[in-house]
């Protein structure tokens, strides 16, 4: 993409929680996003260092014409509790199960206004591991 941004806002809530959010779009300012992501990550430490200590909240906008929340890949976290996200992250089988699950669970309806379906697909797993680095 070329001429765009992400912007990225963090929010630490009692040094448990860790909320991020990203919009990507195609120039600065007045333009509609391709991609809205929001994250509530329960960490310990409020960093991606810190062990996850319960259920996320996933969030995507811009996939399809309503808000879509990544249920599964939620509960697929909440089974890692007790484990530090990076390290999660690190294990290439449990990776490529978030992944996959991520992959399916975000299937993008063609909006013509918006980008490639694939592309915000991709998008929206990028910014998920955009996350925990």
Excluded at 26 to 46: E, I, S, T
Excluded at 51 to 74: D, M, Y
């Amino acid at each position: 993409m070329v001429g765009g941004f992400v912007r990225k806002l963090n929010w630490y809530f009692y040094e448990v929680h860790c909320a991020r959010s990203y919009k990507v779009r195609r120039r600065r300012q007045n333009c509609q996003a391709l991609v809205n992501a929001a994250f509530l990550l329960p960490l310990r430490g409020g960093g991606a260092d810190g062990a996850i200590l319960g259920r996320p909240s996933i969030v995507f906008g811009g996939l399809r014409n309503k808000i879509l929340r990544a249920s599964e890949t939620e509960s697929l976290l909440e089974a890692h509790a007790g484990q530090v996200g990076r390290e999660v992250l690190g294990d290439q089988e449990t990776a490529d199960k978030l992944f996959h699950t991520l992959d399916r669970g975000c299937d993008p309806g063609d909006i013509a206004v918006l980008a490639n379906p694939e592309y915000r697909r991709h998008l929206a797993t990028a910014l998920f591991y955009k996350v925990w680095w």
